[in-house]
């Protein structure tokens, strides 16, 4: 079974950066995309970022293209997103997700979901 556990987050100010940790095991890494979408209070969960098994191909969503990057360490069984000039409109909870589809920038591609972060950020 494959399992998903995020860590990461917490309160910061605008400006200031964040790194979130995703760790999918249970399941073949190597052969896992793995995203993160966010879900402000009131807002439907939206797309944020991707990692591909299938040569490490990255995209982002045009909010937070420049500021955000992801990457993966595949002998961790790890994905990190690394959060800068973080704005309050970055406020959300952060879900980290596992599919083997190899581009998915939508949920339902998804297969396996975290916990989820609360990311804070003041103006």
């Known amino acids: 079974q494959v399992e998903v556990v995020q860590s990461g987050g917490g309160l910061v100010q605008a400006g200031d950066s964040l790194k979130l940790s995703c760790v999918v095991s249970?399941?073949?890494?190597?052969?896992?995309?793995v995203g993160w979408f966010r879900q402000a209070p009131g807002k439907e969960r939206e797309f944020v970022a991707f990692i591909s098994w299938y040569g490490g191909r990255t995209y982002f969503a045009d909010s937070v293209k420049g500021r955000f990057t992801i990457t993966r360490v595949n002998a961790e069984n790890t994905a990190y997103l690394q959060m800068n000039s973080l704005k309050p409109e970055d406020t959300a909870v952060y879900y980290c997700?596992?599919?083997?589809?190899?581009?998915?920038?939508?949920?339902?591609?998804?297969?396996?979901w975290g916990q989820g972060t609360q990311v804070t950020v003041s103006s």
């Open positions: 997700a596992a599919t083997w589809e190899i581009l998915a920038t939508t949920r339902e591609l998804y297969n396996y």
């Open positions: 249970g399941g073949t890494f190597t052969r896992h995309t």
